[in-house]
């Protein structure tokens, strides 16, 4: 094997292993003159038992790919033949194999899958149309790459073949056997561009469906028997690319491709078009991380190369032009540096709170970011070790569910947060007792006014209002921030608008309550309106603020002293 810290080729540095196989491993290698990473594939004379046909197959696959320039392949820069090892060096392919998402989520997305299916007969038709034409014939999740982009890369080209109309049949069977065309285990003629049409449907049989064919019931079983709520038009194209016959199959990859981009018109029945939402898209991001982003933590190379796609992938959230792509760099950035708090507040702020509604999707997708998988932990677990920053990630996101989810605010939710938070001790003295008295709050929202077996209230609207006013006290926009300041009094006042009579009832003057709300729109005035240049949202939320307050305090006008 390569040595860790060597240099290959004399300019490739070797910074770690990325994967391995039963004839080959590949490693993450630094081109430190012209800072690019690459892979390098490594197959050893020692570590086969036909080296000659594998090194072979292995050259089959470089002079292919050099010859061949499309966005779903890779590019081979370099070959190395030293010390009895055949090297290949190529570009690093960002991201995790389809193979890997089938492992830790099972069946996938339809609308994903269909959206890989394009990719793929994109670039298998691209192959089918050189000259001479080139059969891939091993097409399987495991040789599909999904970039963090949502694109797919086609790798591993050691079983293709150049199509030759004058043989009459392949030499040998070459592929995977799971996924295979019955023409390659020979008898039926030679492979052609129907055979990868096999292993397409093959694909996303198991993608969809989350069965490989090689499982019971060792045949392919119409995909809505597995799962009835997915397309029929989809079940259609599998079912038609996955048939004995060649003849019986698609004729093109351009056809398949067609039927795919218009599978709607192929359901019996109407179905709304589904659309990937923003929380979709941390499948791609779970995918392509899986055990790839910690490869390299342990030399200082590879530190400083973590370092700078962290700041790199946070100056793209923060330029991007729309809000999926600005949560996707954000969340990249977090499974590179999941310790650093920086990024997780910037994807709460600048992405889910710019409308001040941290809405069900996003909800979802902080869930699913917390659960990812990182080395042999999670990002939340990581996240943990570091208690300054993970009190304060748990902090913001407890505000964030108390006042912003689904606009009115979900003060279950918010309970655990301001629990992790609180109990980190990490918290300045205002936060850490805002974050209690947040906490106190949420649990009120279970039993408030309601009464005990011994006919005694559990808590009181007295108590509820003391924890408001405990936590709107002083300048909430220098102890925090000016959007957390302005959530909160508006919290306040929507609070007297519709509890007023019960704070009343249980002891709280009507003049106590109006002098809540004229301390309030003080602190609006002297700390954030004479302090602050508010942006068009934070101007927005301000005028909300203040109109609850009024509708409160017409409300108390109203009410008897």
Request: hydrophobic letters at 35%; charged letters at 25%.
């Amino acid at each position: 094997m390569l040595e860790i810290g060597s240099i290959v080729g004399g300019k490739y540095k070797v910074l770690n292993i990325i994967g391995q196989g039963g004839m080959s491993t590949v490693y993450l290698a630094m081109n430190e003159r012209a800072n690019k990473q690459w892979a390098i594939k490594e197959v050893r004379e020692d570590s086969v038992t036909n080296f000659q046909l594998v090194k072979q197959s292995l050259i089959t696959e470089t002079e292919l790919l050099k010859t061949l320039s499309h966005p779903y392949l890779p590019s081979i820069v370099d070959v190395i033949e030293e010390d009895g090892r055949f090297l290949i060096v190529m570009d690093y392919i960002e991201g995790n194999t389809l193979e890997r998402a089938l492992d830790y989520i099972g069946p996938q997305p339809q609308e994903y899958v269909i959206e890989w299916g394009i990719q793929l007969c994109d670039v298998l038709e691209y192959l089918h149309t050189r000259e001479p034409a080139i059969i891939y014939r091993d097409l399987k999740p495991a040789n599909i790459m999904l970039r963090p982009n949502g694109t797919i890369t086609l790798i591993d080209f050691g079983t293709a073949r150049e199509y030759k109309e004058e043989n009459t049949g392949d030499t040998s069977y070459l592929g995977t056997r799971d996924y295979a065309a019955p023409e390659q285990f020979g008898g039926m003629g030679q492979t052609d561009a129907r055979t990868d049409i096999y292993c397409l449907g093959a694909t996303l049989y198991h993608l969809v469906t989350g069965h490989s064919p090689n499982e019971p019931p060792y045949e392919f079983k119409p995909i809505r028997e597995w799962n009835p709520a997915l397309s029929p038009g989809l079940e259609h194209i599998i079912e038609k690319c996955v048939q004995n016959d060649p003849a019986d199959r698609y004729a093109s990859c351009a056809e398949v491709m067609y039927d795919l981009q218009n599978y709607l018109e192929l359901d019996k029945g109407y179905r709304k078009e589904a659309k990937l939402s923003v929380s979709l898209f941390v499948v791609v991001l779970i995918i392509c991380f899986l055990a790839s982003i910690t490869a390299v933590d342990s030399f200082s190379r590879a530190k400083s190369i973590v370092e700078e796609n962290y700041t790199k992938y946070k100056a793209e959230a923060m330029s991007a032009d729309d809000e999926l792509t600005s949560a996707q760099m954000y969340t990249k950035a977090i499974m590179v540096q999941p310790t650093n708090k920086d990024a997780y507040i910037d994807l709460l702020d600048k992405v889910f709170l710019q409308d001040d509604i941290l809405s069900k999707e996003e909800d979802e997708l902080l869930r699913e970011i917390m659960i990812t998988p990182v080395g042999s932990s999670t990002i939340e677990k990581s996240l943990a070790q570091d208690k300054d920053a993970y009190a304060e990630v748990a902090y913001r996101l407890g505000i964030a569910y108390f006042y912003c989810y689904e606009e009115t605010g979900n003060k279950q939710l918010a309970a655990k947060w301001f629990e992790i938070a609180t109990s980190q001790r990490r918290l300045t003295k205002a936060r850490q007792e805002r974050a209690t008295r947040l906490g106190k709050i949420s649990q009120y929202y279970a039993t408030i006014g309601k009464e005990s077996k011994s006919g005694d209230k559990t808590v009181s609207y007295l108590d509820y209002w003391n924890d408001l006013v405990a936590i709107a006290d002083g300048n909430v926009a220098k102890a925090d921030n000016l959007v957390t300041a302005l959530v909160i009094y508006k919290e306040v006042a929507s609070q007297v608008y519709d509890n007023a009579h019960r704070f009343q009832a249980d002891g709280v003057d009507r003049q106590e309550m109006a002098d809540e709300l004229y301390y309030i729109e003080k602190h609006i005035d002297e700390d954030i309106v004479k302090t602050y240049e508010l942006t068009q949202e934070n101007k927005d939320l301000l005028t909300e603020t203040r109109m609850t307050i009024a509708s409160a305090i017409e409300v108390l006008d109203k009410l008897g002293k």
